[in-house]
């Protein structure tokens, strides 16, 4: 279970990459910026290609397909409800309240973010992209 998590939250941060990052990439500069393997890389391109959320091949540029970028928001918008559910509520530091809600975004069910939204008294259904500014990838 522990590996299917790992391949889970390495795939939503290439997802949430693409999404923010807004232009195509190539997969060489996609690693270099995730700082992955370009065996790990590659297996994750597969497996979000195979689910139709991006189109890419190899030595061309990586896009994500409206499908693909649906889904990025909607773990985005998690992970913003989370981070701001562990600043607001258990007073975590910025840094680490990114960190731990882009662990825990792709692996929390709607019904607990639902739960979360009614305790920050927001809506599941909200944008909530403007909440994060820390996206260290890009530096």
């Not at 790990?40 to 195979?50: A, M, P, Q, V, Y």
Request: charged share 30%.
């Amino acid at each position: 279970m522990i590996k299917t998590s790992l391949v889970k939250e390495k795939e939503n941060l290439v997802l949430d990459f693409l999404y923010y990052w807004n232009r195509p990439i190539r997969a060489g500069d996609l690693k270099t910026k995730l700082k992955f393997k370009h065996s790990t890389l590659n297996s994750i391109l597969k497996r979000l290609e195979g689910q139709k959320l991006l189109v890419w091949e190899k030595y061309k540029e990586i896009q994500l397909t409206e499908k693909g970028n649906e889904s990025a928001e909607h773990v985005s918008n998690h992970h913003f409800i989370i981070e701001r559910f562990l600043k607001e509520t258990l007073n975590c530091s910025d840094e680490f309240a990114h960190n731990e809600a882009l662990h825990l975004a792709g692996t929390f069910s709607c019904e607990l973010i639902e739960e979360i939204c009614k305790k920050l008294n927001i809506s599941h259904n909200e944008l909530h992209l403007k909440f994060c500014d820390i996206r260290t990838y890009f530096y």
